[in-house]
């Protein structure tokens, strides 16, 4: 079926494969405008960053936005039990998600079992007039069983595309997009205009990506040798790779407001902050859970003789040019009248620091240090999220300590969708759902069928792809 003779409406229950780039926000954007129900339609995705994402979207696509309620499908769930907390027979406690490893599969039972036994079909029918999800390939199999339950009282579509199915759940297994998604929600059509591309002026690219795709889900090799002008290949050839993914990640783009997404090392995130460290202008995309941030906040005691040392080696950790030892062995001399030369200003905030341990105090010694001539503050996310927790430690008037305030600006993040800086280092993971002009793959050899193909849609005009051969041969899972 043709992407114009799509129509979600029309449907009872369905699916539409969407690859990267092909105009599934905009097929979900048209739908909501022309419907014309007086009950809005019920919008669900994954992610709090992907609700935010999405929710800008159509607000730029200017859909009224009483067309529809958007939420994840565990908000959702929650917000469903909640007001059914007899019949869903959920503990109050587990809603207040004091432990969410535990919390949210209960949450996803509950939700399920009510769904199941029918009593809140009357509510459903009433509330909405049907359901669409986005990145349906990132359910597990728990929330597709909840949605699979709603779908039998409201018209349900779901999009997505198995080969961006990256994501996953420790112990909790993910639907098969054939066996499962499809033999519930029957496909209706695949989307197959590359806009993303076709928009940026290089759609013979978009075309090619489609062919990579097809080749992915085949099994076949992808030959580089074949590629249109808008890929580079970097040969790794191991005399000095680091070097030339060094290079390869200063690409520039056609202009100098393109945005580059440099993307490698999933599995070591030291990898890519280093990266991000040694090139200029780059910024590391931080994982949600900031662990550096709560981890800083739990060995930070201010009234420990080493307080000092901790916070110049967080300062270390995101900012370049900084040498924590250094510093400590100059403030311990400054302290002690045996420094030849005066203090700076990040000497003297430690030396502030030093004589009045306070929150307020870890935070001048941050920016004072980033103020440094010379210093660069490469992972700027992880050090606003600190500088904000901070903030709130010292407008608390010590009633809030740091590590709660850590992790209530860790759960405030996940609200939000990233910014997207112009040149931004991560992993697949951290990078699926953001787009750029350009993209760099620094370890393609590494990567499996979905994250490659993950990796090469995220650029809109060009793509470098470092790796050993010109002909990658990723398995798929």
């Not at 490469?378 to 606003?384: I, T």
């Not at 910014?419 to 393609?444: F, W």
Request: charged residues 20%; contains cysteine; neutral net charge.
């Amino acid at each position: 079926m043709a992407d114009a003779d799509i129509d979600l409406l029309s449907v009872r229950l369905g699916s539409v494969t969407a690859p990267a780039g092909c105009g599934k926000t905009q097929l979900i954007a048209s739908t909501l405008a022309r419907c014309g129900d007086d009950k809005p339609v019920l919008v669900l995705t994954h992610t709090n960053a992907g609700v935010a994402a999405l929710r800008s979207r159509l607000d730029r696509l200017g859909i009224p936005a009483k067309r529809y309620r958007l939420s994840t499908i565990d908000g959702w769930s929650m917000r469903l039990i909640s007001t059914f907390p007899a019949r869903s027979a959920i503990d109050p406690a587990v809603l207040m998600l004091q432990n969410p490893r535990n919390d949210y599969p209960a949450i996803r039972n509950a939700a399920h079992a009510l769904l199941e036994s029918g009593h809140v079909n009357d509510v459903l029918a009433a509330t909405y007039s049907r359901i669409i999800v986005d990145e349906y390939q990132d359910c597990s199999v728990p929330q597709h069983c909840i949605v699979g339950h709603a779908s039998t009282v409201l018209p349900t579509c779901v999009l997505g595309d198995p080969l961006q199915s990256i994501f996953g759940f420790k112990g909790v297994p993910m639907p098969d997009w054939d066996e499962h998604v499809r033999a519930h929600f029957p496909e209706i059509g695949v989307l197959s205009e590359p806009w993303r591309w076709i928009r940026a002026g290089t759609e013979h690219f978009g075309r090619w990506l489609l062919d990579v795709r097809e080749k992915l889900l085949n099994r076949e090799r992808i030959d580089l040798r074949n590629a249109p002008a808008e890929v580079t290949w970097v040969h790794l050839d191991g005399t000095d790779d680091e070097k030339l993914r060094l290079a390869a990640a200063r690409t520039k783009g056609l202009s100098a407001d393109d945005r580059v997404l440099v993307i490698g090392y999933s599995t070591k995130p030291a990898a890519q902050q280093d990266i991000a460290r040694r090139t200029p202008g780059a910024q590391a995309i931080e994982a949600v859970d900031l662990k550096d941030l709560t981890q800083f906040a739990g060995r930070l005691n201010l009234h420990h003789a080493d307080a000092l040392d901790i916070v110049a080696t967080f300062a270390q950790s995101v900012m370049s040019n900084v040498g924590a030892a250094d510093y400590i062995r100059r403030v311990d001399s400054l302290r002690r009248g045996t420094a030849r030369l005066a203090a700076s200003a990040a000497e003297q905030a430690g030396l502030n620091f030093v004589a009045t341990p306070s929150y307020s105090g870890v935070a001048d010694v941050l920016v004072e240090i980033g103020k440094t001539p010379g210093v660069i503050t490469y992972r700027s996310g992880m050090l606003r999220a600190c500088l904000k927790a901070l903030q709130m430690c010292h407008a608390s008037g010590g009633s809030l300590s740091f590590h709660d305030a850590a992790v209530h600006v860790r759960e405030q993040s996940r609200l939000l969708g990233r910014a997207l800086p112009r040149r931004a280092v991560g992993s697949n993971l951290l990078l699926k759902g953001l787009e750029g002009e350009v993209a760099v793959i620094l370890d393609a050899d590494e990567l499996d069928a979905r994250h490659l193909y993950v990796s090469m849609t995220r650029g809109s005009t060009s793509l470098v792809i470092c790796s050993r051969s010109q002909v990658l041969n990723p398995h798929v899972n």
